[in-house]
Nanobody, 128 residues
């Protein structure tokens, strides 16, 4: 069973919006640091926005600040990525990731290496 399943990707015009969802199975997101990452062809996977379980602190990439937000619905065990004012540069496969807060010992919580559980991704294409 895949622990994280993303959905909501698709084709959107520049300036448009999308909401991605990530449903967790087999564990409670409430106890996990959660991150959204993305990867474009030929590029390394990069962090988009992450949230730290212990205090709800978030970290966003400079390229998405003011446009992307992340929120959790513990009742649905789901995390969402709200994306507004999309540009072609946002085109990528978007991945949801999680890692138990017990593994967190301070410092970074928004790098690929900080996460052990991954979804399979959902494609977002921004084009006119």
């Amino acid at each position: 069973q895949v622990p994280l399943v993303e959905s909501g990707g698709g084709l959107v015009q520049p300036g448009g919006s999308l909401r991605l969802s990530c449903v967790a199975s087999g564990f409670s997101l409430a106890f996990y640091n959660i991150g959204w990452f993305r990867q474009s062809p030929g590029k390394e996977r990069e962090a988009v926005i992450c949230i730290r379980s212990q205090d709800g602190d978030t970290h966003s990439a400079d390229s998405v600040k003011g446009r992307f937000t992340m929120f959790r619905d513990f009742g649905k065990n789901t995390v969402f990525l709200e994306m507004n004012n999309l540009t072609p540069e946002d085109t990528a496969v978007y991945y949801c990731a999680a890692d138990h807060s017990v593994n967190y010992h301070g410092g970074s919580y928004c790098e690929v290496a900080d996460y052990g559980l991954w979804g399979r991704g959902t494609q977002v294409t921004v084009s006119s």
